[in-house]
RNA sequence: UCCCGGGUAGUUCAAUUGGCAGAACACUGGACUUUGAAUCCAGCCGUUGCAGGUUCAAACCCUGCCCCGGGAGCCA
């Protein structure tokens, strides 16, 4: 099994070790996670979050979380509060307050003049489609602007004129003056500033010039003494504009160096914003928190625990390779804490009704059942047992198929922690299906141990008919049936598995009627983990099932 | 078409920087078992994208080619 907590080598902490070597940052080691609050945190943000806040953590440096808030028109206050909640979810603590990139706004300003002055940058009344006409395509070299030229005083009156609402939104931009012919398209004169009219959750309708990413993220980074700036592979050609407008100023301390990494993909499943989005604005799921989808908040209504996706974090590792992690690996992760974590109880979710003809009128036995056999020091609890008993749909079968060892005419099974009990009859409704199974029970076998020394080949759960709980539970399938959804070139939302969920009324051993924590994970045994809801608290979510050897032996008949 | 990045087992990553290609997950078999779970043991999985070259020795260096991803927002 993997081992849950250590940190691998990859690419960038080499980097680190290297600076730290030469001191290339005087030793220190400052990182930060920069999201835009426009939507909800999603498991490739998670990978983000453990590099940056990991980091810092094992370099003894520090890691704030900055919004990067310079574009008015996509962002909310709703996202801001969620974020901050799902990044302490997952175990991170950051330096101090949050940052916003909104709190640097006059200085990037400033800057902006400086380069203004420098004759490095230039206001430019073209609309949108025009500059992007010029910028030249792939191989094609650009065409300067006709605005490109204007001395750095009318820019400058320009510029202040942009600020100060003297044009209408998007009628001039201010653009960095370097090279229409550069390689790098990124490099051909981009937009620094625009004219916005939308007032931004922070800075209300102070500005009414907003700063584009490029202007406003490394100059971000350097003035909170940011030393690796760490961002995914979309942004590899930025980097040269990054350093550029870096170099254009006069720094407080070392320019801090961006370093790109690939991103994550899940198999079964869809991470990018808009594709999220769709999903919940086509009520394919019920909302952001729907435990199929792979946000934070949706893993952590599922029963996911952080520790669980930290540890899956550091096995999947850090390069630069585009790369799809196939959903199992999350899972065996999930497993693995929930194992030595959550406590075991006993639910049918598909009752069948069992009667022991042989058992004393109305008598209730307690029996004793271990909370985890991982960890004996959570010690035990008493189950009322009785002759009316529930249990699963599954472990019966009239005529048992071959390798089939549970519950059958004839055949001895235990139930757990309780007694042995051989099937002697069966009540089949009018359509031959089987409504209720007959048994007896050997008094001897108590707590489930013969004395004789029998042994029987299966063991089941049950719940006690007259103390049943009852509840609902919901159980999960991927989102989507392809690996990789929409990968033959159709929309994603095409191969949408119309099972992703099925709801189902269970019955619950009584101590789970005693309310768990919201959110409580318990292994409901042999079946899987289960999360309690966060609101209902008769309301299951299946976190992931058990691995289920009698399922891949009938898959491997199919 | 131009620029940048990438290509090692089914998947994700390693390989002490030129020195016997190996871990995890998945899969298969066995042991154990009051969860067909967990645990333990074993096995399977490789033309390191392809073709050349340098070298005693190449996943690693050189040349050419192929394939995949990103890049022409006043998004980030």
């Not at 961006?258 to 086509?282: D, G, M, P, Y």
Request: proline share 6%; net charge negative; glycine share 8%.
């Amino acid at each position: 099994m993997a081992s849950l907590d250590t940190t691998p080598a990859d690419f960038i902490r080499e980097r680190v070790q290297a600076d730290q070597a030469t001191s290339a940052f005087g030793g220190r080691v400052h990182t930060r996670f920069p999201p835009e609050p426009n939507g909800y945190l999603h498991i490739g943000h998670a990978k983000s979050i453990c590099l940056n806040f990991g980091l810092a953590e094992q370099f003894g440096g520090r890691c704030y979380l900055r919004f990067d808030d310079t574009n008015p028109e996509t962002e909310d206050i709703e996202y801001v509060d969620a974020i901050i909640e799902d990044v302490g979810w997952l175990g991170f603590t950051p330096e101090g307050e949050p940052r916003y990139a909104s709190d640097y706004f006059s200085q990037l300003y400033e800057w902006a003049e400086q380069l203004i002055v420098a004759g490095r940058a230039y206001v430019d009344d073209q609309d949108a489609e025009t500059i992007s006409a010029q910028r030249g395509g792939f191989g094609k070299p650009g065409v300067e602007s006709p605005h490109r030229t204007r001395t750095p005083e009318e820019n400058l009156g320009l510029f202040r004129q942009m600020r100060d609402g003297g044009f209408p939104d998007s009628a001039k931009v201010l653009r960095a003056k370097i090279d229409m012919q550069a390689d790098n398209m990124q490099l051909r004169d981009p937009v620094l500033y625009r004219i916005r009219r939308v007032p931004h959750v922070r800075t209300g309708d102070t500005w009414i010039i907003y700063p584009t990413y490029d202007w406003a993220h490394g100059q971000s980074d350097a003035i909170e003494g940011i030393t690796h700036s760490i961002c995914t592979l979309e942004f590899a050609d930025h980097r040269a504009l990054y350093d550029w407008c870096l170099e254009q100023l006069t720094l407080p301390s070392h320019k801090p160096e961006q370093i790109e990494f690939a991103r994550l993909n899940l198999t079964h499943t869809v991470t990018s914003k808009r594709k999220l989005k769709a999903l919940v604005t086509e009520r394919i799921v019920d909302g952001w928190d729907d435990p199929r989808m792979p946000t934070l908040r949706g893993m952590r209504r599922r029963g996911y625990p952080a520790a669980a996706i930290r540890a899956f974090m550091n096995r999947v590792g850090v390069a630069k390779t585009n790369s799809t992690v196939e959903i199992e690996l999350l899972e065996s992760f999930v497993r693995a804490e929930l194992n030595t974590t959550a406590l075991r109880r006993m639910a049918v979710i598909d009752p069948l009704r069992v009667v022991i003809t042989n058992w004393p009128d109305g008598q209730v036995v307690m029996v004793e059942a271990q909370n985890n056999p991982e960890d004996p020091a959570t010690g035990t609890r008493s189950i009322p047992f009785t002759g009316e008993l529930w249990i699963e749909r599954d472990d019966f079968m009239l005529e048992p198929a071959p390798k089939y060892y549970r519950l059958s005419p004839g055949r001895e099974v235990r139930l757990r922690a309780g007694f042995f009990i051989t099937a002697t009859d069966v009540v089949l409704d009018d359509d031959g299906n089987v409504t209720e199974v007959w048994c007896v029970y050997d008094p001897e076998t108590l707590g489930g141990q013969a004395p004789d020394g029998r042994k029987v080949k299966a063991t089941i759960h049950w719940v006690s008919a007259a103390h049943a709980v009852d509840a609902t539970v919901h159980l999960y399938e991927r989102l989507f049936t392809d690996p990789p959804p929409g990968s033959d070139g159709t929309d994603e939302l095409s191969s949408l598995n119309p099972a992703s969920r099925q709801t189902l009324a269970a019955k619950l051993e009584p101590a789970l009627g005693d309310r768990l924590e919201p959110g409580q994970v318990v292994q409901f045994e042999r079946l899987g983990y289960f999360a309690a809801d966060l609101d209902e608290p008769t309301v299951f979510h299946r976190t992931v099932g058990l691995r289920d050897e009698w399922a891949n032996i009938q898959k491997r008949k199919a």
